[in-house]
């Protein structure tokens, strides 16, 4: 092994350390609905593919992926929330993985003025974010379609050629983390761990919410580095942190590590007293965890890692 790889295992190690991490794997087994999960999905999302062969294989490809997010997340949320879940984290792997530039780009603006969507998947997005409505409260329910909004830009924004070569300044200090936030969807995820009807009294978790977004996207950065390095990406939140500030992305990562662990101790301290919501919480930080040690995609089981 690499010494850049041992010292990334020992950053996760200690990242694991520092939340006391158990794996889920025994309570999402009892509860598990995988298989009609996928099944309700698959019957609409035919439908998305226009009778195309090639497309519907891909669409439930990515069914399989929106499904795994549920399951490991948001294991103790009834069937119908992580359907309608389900679907929002459906979009988020179609748009950074199968959606046109061009589509991208143009979305938010045809949704604006009333415009018509091309044939395909994003013609179905809108009335999939107006169904979280549904099940979350209506302001969480806002936060999550920012979320999506703000994901569309960004992956846009990546894909963008000018951006992707322009130099990184020294003092753009900011700029890693705006990037990052505009493209994680982590408020999206944080709020559709509390959906309305187990936790009706908003008050009772709407203050962590800003420290468990930040600490949601930071496992997912340091988590999802190792198969980002690999492939030679540029324009993740380690690389990018580092350029800015002159370290090695070994030493942003431990620093990564070390905030969360700071996150982790407040988000406990101000959900004190809600055990229900402390729970969910729970759930979510090591589901998330669980989940890119799971699949192949973060290669983690490269170094050692398994859920």
């Known amino acids: 092994m690499a010494r850049g790889d041992v010292q990334l295992t020992e950053n996760i190690q200690l990242l694991l350390d520092t939340i006391s991490y158990a794996s889920p794997r025994k309570m999402m087994s009892a509860g598990s609905t995988a298989d009609a999960l996928i099944s309700a999905m698959n019957a609409e999302i035919k439908s998305w593919a226009l009778d195309d062969q090639q497309s519907i294989v891909e669409f439930e490809s990515i069914s399989k992926k929106a499904i795994s997010i549920v399951e490991f997340f948001y294991y103790n949320h009834p069937f119908e929330v992580k359907l309608t879940f389900a679907y929002y984290a459906w979009f988020f792997f179609y748009i950074d993985d199968v959606a046109t530039q061009s589509s991208i780009e143009k979305f938010q603006h045809t949704v604006l003025v009333g415009g018509t969507h091309p044939p395909g998947p994003l013609k179905h997005f809108q009335s999939v974010l107006g169904a979280l409505y549904t099940y979350w409260d209506p302001i969480c329910a806002n936060i999550m379609v920012s979320a999506a909004m703000d994901f569309v830009t960004a992956t846009a924004l990546e894909g963008r050629q000018d951006v992707v070569c322009m130099d990184v300044r020294p003092a753009a200090l900011g700029w890693p983390k705006y990037l990052r936030a505009k493209s994680g969807m982590a408020p999206g995820y944080s709020c559709a761990a509390f959906p309305r009807a ?49 370290k090695q992305p070994t030493g942003v990562l431990l620093e990564m590590v070390e905030e969360v662990g700071d996150l982790h101790r407040r988000v406990a301290e101000i959900l004190e007293g809600n055990p229900d919501a402390v729970a969910a919480w729970a759930a979510l930080e090591h589901g998330v965890i669980a989940w890119h040690f799971s699949l192949s995609r973060y290669k983690l089981s490269d170094l050692g890692f398994t859920w």
Not at 208 to 234: R, V
Not at 240 to 246: H, I, L, T
């Open 198 to 246: 187990a936790h009706p009294d908003i008050t009772t978790y709407l203050q962590a919410l800003p420290e468990i977004d930040e600490c949601l996207s930071l496992l997912n950065d340091i988590l999802s580095f190792y198969k980002e390095d690999l492939a030679g990406e540029t324009m993740n939140y380690v690389s990018v942190r580092a350029k800015v500030s002159g």
